[in-house]
């Protein structure tokens, strides 16, 4: 049987034998403790992939589903948490990114309507960590290194992520995640989530039995039903591997010197475009051209050359090869970390 002791400081309890579980105990973790969910899985949250659907359905499942509150006007951002049941053993989250915060506004509204407000890409910030609690909800960051996990603690922060290099989408810092999980253990007392290349049963085990106490997933996720991305963006990691990823600078209209790991075709195809913009998206009414190079990923209202957009994915997508109800993910990756972490005490001993 794993303890606390013998599985680092992720697993909030001593677990239970796998015939006999605690009644509603997914995978009980100091994430889920604190986040009141069953399931010690995040979902990210994608601007443009990640909508109200998605995120609903991952907190029915037990998980925190997120919505992306990048550039998403206040009163919208409140309709989209208002059309979110509360109807399941999970929690919902707005992720924002810090270049884009204007004010204080937005985060006001998602820490009033939302169980975590979550920041990224940039120095963590106490006024705005303090913002977060005083609208009553969690205040996550995710970091790209173990120094920054620390600025986070002390900022006031109740959980961090650790993103490492191989995550799809932007990516903040320059180590991969096992290292920089392990860093980041023996800097902060908080709970740590790991974030990058994670989309199996055995990814979830591992960084659980490394110290985790939740694994965020990212491209897991863009492929599946609830998903807003553009269904060939779909195909396409669906047809691709680990070594189809890039990370690069390549996307940088909108938003400068920001890495980020796409599939490298994308890269090309956005090359051999012909013309300064490769498409639309529909919003409302209204329709935006999307510039070449811009980093706005496809989503199903995009319509153009959606090959030559931003397709972000990180080094999970290889173990992405179809597409399944985003509530099927929560379980799968639970119940099969579950019984491999079991498996693996039961030898250990
Ligand atoms: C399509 C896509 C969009 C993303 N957008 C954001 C975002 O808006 N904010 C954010 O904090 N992270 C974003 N990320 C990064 C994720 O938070 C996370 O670090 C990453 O997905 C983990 O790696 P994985 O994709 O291999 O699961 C995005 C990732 C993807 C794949």
Redesign the pocket.
């Known amino acids: 049987m794993f303890t606390r002791s013998q599985t680092g400081p992720g697993l909030a309890m001593v677990w239970g034998s796998p015939n006999h579980p605690e009644e509603n105990d997914m995978l009980p973790t100091r994430f889920t403790d604190l986040v009141g969910c069953l399931a010690p899985v995040q979902q ?7 909508t109200t659907e998605l995120a609903a359905a991952v907190a029915r499942a037990g998980g925190l589903g997120m919505l ?1 509150g ?1 550039m998403v006007p206040p009163p919208a951002l409140a309709a989209m948490l208002d059309a979110i049941p509360h109807d399941g053993d999970g929690a919902v989250g707005v ?3 810090m270049p884009f915060i204007q004010g204080t506004e937005a985060v006001e509204v998602a820490a009033a309507g939302a169980r975590v407000v ?1 920041l ?2 940039g120095g963590p910030d106490p006024a705005l960590v303090d913002v977060v609690h005083r609208g009553g909800a969690l205040a996550f960051w ?1 970091v790209g290194s173990a120094h920054e996990a620390r600025a986070a603690v002390d900022a006031g922060c109740d959980a961090v ?1 650790v ?1 490492g290099t ?6 903040r810092g320059g180590t991969r995640l096992f290292p920089l999980l392990a860093a980041a253990l023996d800097l902060v007392d908080v709970p740590v989530i790991a ?5 199996t049963p055995r990814h979830v085990a591992t960084a659980l039995a490394a110290g985790a106490s939740a694994v ?7 492929a599946t039903a609830e998903s807003g ?1 553009h269904p060939a963006y779909v195909d396409a990691l669906l047809a691709a591997d680990a070594g189809d990823t890039v990370l690069t600078e390549a996307f940088s209209v909108m938003w400068p010197n920001a890495p980020h ?1 796409v599939l490298g075709s994308c890269i090309d195809a956005a090359a051999a475009h012909d013309g300064d913009l490769v498409g639309e998206v529909g919003l409302g009414d209204e329709a935006m051209s999307i510039p070449r190079f811009a980093i706005i ?1 496809p989503s199903r209202e995009t319509t153009g050359d959606i090959g030559a957009m931003a397709l ?6 290889g173990s992405v090869t179809s597409v399944v109800p985003a509530a099927d993910v929560v379980r799968e990756l639970v119940e099969g970390a579950e019984a491999l972490l079991s498996t693996w005490n039961a030898t250990s001993t």
């Open positions: 990210a949250g994608m601007g443009g992939v990640a992306s990048v992720n924002f990114l979550e990224f890409y995710q992520v993103q191989e995550a799809g989408g932007h990516v974030a990058g290349g994670i989309a965020r997933v990212g491209t897991r996720f863009v991305a790991r990923p972000y994915a990180g080094e999970s997508v």
